[in-house]
T-cell receptor
């Protein structure tokens, strides 16, 4: 079975400070990992993904995420937060060997960047 | 690329009425997913299709819910009869069938309010 945990419902950070949104996963095989962002009254938008290769993945809007296999984590990071980064962030996983089955999403973490 | 198109954006109806939500996936995408989002339960997968065929509808909450995909460019989610607890934002998403590495593309959702 596949699962994703986002341990924080809410993350608050001051503008200009680094931000981290945490995600841990569980799959029986190797994972495909994704981060999505949701702005108010919009659908989820793809930010970045880890498939294979370099553990540090760079994505849209200056975000990056680090795949850590030993800790089964895929935390989302940004060196300097912007107020416009305030949104709901979702981590998602799919087992590489599961075929084109649906992604399993975490419950989401609300990021609030304070000016 | 117009993205995934959902209609209507907002729907307000009275309990007992039939509601039909519509989705046009991205051209060339062979997989289509219906999700429901609420504050209490987060993002829930209701049903998904591959090549217009329903693959897994175990997430459909009750027999009041039904979904169809008559062709590759159109899908509907119907609730009959609707109840206040069905109030939520309903999202449609699509992806290439062969793209296990591919992210989902979400529409902007239909906000359903049942009074």
């Amino acid at each position: 079975a596949q699962s994703v945990a986002q341990p924080e419902d809410q993350v608050n950070v001051a503008e200009g400070n680094p931000l981290t949104v945490k995600c841990t996963y569980s799959v029986s095989g190797n994972p495909y990992l994704f981060w999505y962002v949701q702005y108010p009254n919009r659908g989820l938008q793809f930010l970045l993904k880890y498939i294979t290769g370099d553990n540090l993945v760079k994505g849209s809007y200056g975000f990056e995420a680090e795949f850590n296999k030993s800790q089964t984590s895929f935390h989302l990071k940004k060196p300097s937060a912007l107020v416009s980064d305030s949104a709901l962030y979702f981590c998602a996983v799919r087992d590489m060997n599961s075929g084109n089955t649906p992604l399993v999403f975490g419950k989401g973490t609300r990021l609030s960047v304070i000016a | 690329d117009a993205g995934v198109i959902q209609s209507p954006r907002h729907e307000v109806t009275e309990m007992g009425q039939e509601v039909t939500l519509r989705c046009k996936p991205i051209s060339g995408h062979n997989s289509l997913f219906w999700y429901r989002q609420t504050m209490m339960r987060g993002l829930e997968l209701l049903i998904y299709f591959n090549n217009n065929v329903p693959i897994d509808d175990s997430g459909m909450p009750e027999d009041r819910f039904s979904a169809k995909m008559p062709n590759a460019s159109f899908s509907t989610l119907k609730i009959q009869p609707s109840e206040p607890r069905d109030s939520a934002v309903y999202f449609c998403a699509s992806s290439p069938a062969s793209g296990v590495e591919s992210p989902l593309h979400f529409g902007n959702g239909t906000r359903l309010t049942v009074t």
